[in-house]
């Protein structure tokens, strides 16, 4: 299944389930990207995170291409951090406690590897 225009480079993603990825996967991602990705599931729902594929540049403290995740509840709620991810093993399987999940992907001027792949779906 093909990722739909929006899902490529950020968006709202309001579907039960569906894919998240790089711009331009499997080829080099680009230099100075910045998607912001927002998954919402019904209020009560759980969303679960899987990647399939994750190479991105590599840096003790991720500061130059990588994603972060973090999760939301409710639209007063605090967003709460689940991780910082880059390099090339895949994250964990990512199950939030909150019904939104937010990405956000960043790359920086130099280093451009093939980036992610990640299956969503809410339970």
């Known amino acids: 299944m ?3 225009k929006e899902e490529l480079c950020g968006g709202v993603l309001r579907r039960s ?8 996967y ?5 230099n100075k990207a910045k998607c912001i990705w927002k998954i919402k599931s019904k209020y009560g729902k759980k969303v679960i995170l899987q ?3 994750f ?13 972060d995740i973090q999760e939301k ?7 709460k951090p689940v991780g910082r991810f880059c390099g090339d093993k895949r994250p964990p399987v990512i199950t ?4 939104e999940l937010l990405i956000t992907f960043q790359s920086d001027g130099t280093v451009q590897k093939s980036g992610f792949r990640a299956k969503y779906y809410a339970s």
Do not use: H, M, W
Not at 26 to 30: E, F, K, N
């Open 2 to 4: 093909r990722p739909k």
């Open 17 to 24: 389930s569906g894919f998240v990825q790089t711009p331009d």
């Open 26 to 30: 499997p080829s080099p991602y680009p």
């Open 51 to 53: 990647f399939d594929s």
């Open 55 to 67: 190479d991105l540049e590599s840096q003790t403290s991720c500061k130059y291409d990588f994603i």
């Open 73 to 79: 509840n409710s639209p007063s709620s605090q967003i």
């Open 96 to 99: 939030t406690t909150a019904n």
